[in-house]
């Protein structure tokens, strides 16, 4: 068990692999309503895929929310909750689970790359760019697959992920995991007030009330927890909203309010600090992919 992290506190999933099989493969396809808050951890290694649409990653300490699906590997013993909370619409994820031992550098030589990759994942990797699209499809293609071609299609899969540059690492550190039930209790309550009211004024004031803290107290717990302040996080969701509305027809100015900001200028302030370009920008550059 790796330091600091608590079973204790985290609620710890039993997971049995597939007969016959080194892996579990689960394939979600529901209605983002039927998702709970699920926060766990279990001793097995997870590599997440989802195909498409938003929705919120909540990993280790690490809170953020995906755009165009998401592709996670996430280590042994690191806590994290199920991707399918606070999506839209229809959710879709196939989600491996293996442990580390199952690719044995001892027992198999050939595969050491694979060590540094694990070590990494202790923290949390978020793959993106062409990474995601070439993993995406050769996971898409794993329920198909009878469990020998399964395995084959796996050691390229983790091949290409160790390899790859194309990923951000989720948490700086694996010693300050660890929630109790009060702390997920009080976490629901804020995520689901802000999924609620984004598009409104937001009075830090309630959401410390909603969790039976002075704001200071709120301000302080809310960046401990999940390693980012409540502003950010809030002008985060609000990001992520306003990129679904810029597909529409909808003019610049009416997102910016939809989205909860006071003005279009400060809104574009923050979608460039937060996307890296304007949201005509980035507006245009989904025409040209049309």
């Not at 790359?113 to 202790?122: G, K």
């Not at 039930?181 to 609620?196: A, C, F, G």
């Not at 009075?203 to 039976?212: E, H, M, Q, S, T």
């Not at 996080?233 to 679904?244: G, P, S």
């Amino acid at each position: 068990m790796k330091a600091g992290i608590s079973h204790t506190k985290t609620p710890l999933e039993i997971i049995q692999l597939d007969e016959g099989s080194s892996f579990k493969l689960l394939h979600h396809k529901v209605t983002a309503d039927n998702f709970l808050w699920d926060y766990h951890c279990h001793p097995e290694l997870e590599l997440v895929y989802v195909c498409d649409g938003v929705g919120r990653r909540h990993v280790g300490n690490h809170l953020s929310y995906y755009q165009d699906g998401d592709l996670v590997l996430i280590g042994a013993e690191l806590p994290h909750s199920g991707f399918g909370f606070g999506s839209e619409g229809m959710h879709e994820e196939i989600v491996v689970q293996f442990k580390s031992d199952t690719f044995s550098r001892v027992a198999i030589p050939e595969i050491r790359f694979i060590e540094t990759l694990f070590d990494q994942a202790q923290f949390g990797m978020c793959f993106y760019g062409y990474t995601k699209k070439k993993v995406g499809e050769k996971i898409r293609a794993l329920p198909d697959l009878g469990s020998f071609d399964r395995f084959l299609v796996m050691m390229d899969v983790l091949k290409t992920l160790a390899a790859s540059k194309e990923y951000i690492v989720l948490n700086e550190s694996v010693s300050t995991y660890g929630f109790t039930s009060r702390d997920q209790s009080r976490l629901k309550k804020v995520y689901e007030h802000l999924e609620k009211n984004y598009h409104q004024n937001i009075d830090i004031g309630k959401v410390a009330d909603l969790v039976n803290l002075s704001v200071p107290a709120f301000c302080n717990y809310f960046k401990r927890m999940v390693s980012m302040t409540y502003t950010d996080f809030v002008n985060d969701y609000r990001i992520k909203k306003a990129c679904q509305m810029l597909v529409t027809n909808k003019s610049v100015l009416d997102v910016s309010f939809e989205c909860g900001f006071s003005s279009q200028s400060y809104f574009s302030k923050v979608f460039k600090k937060v996307k890296g370009k304007t949201p005509m920008e980035f507006r245009n550059e989904l025409i040209m992919k049309v």
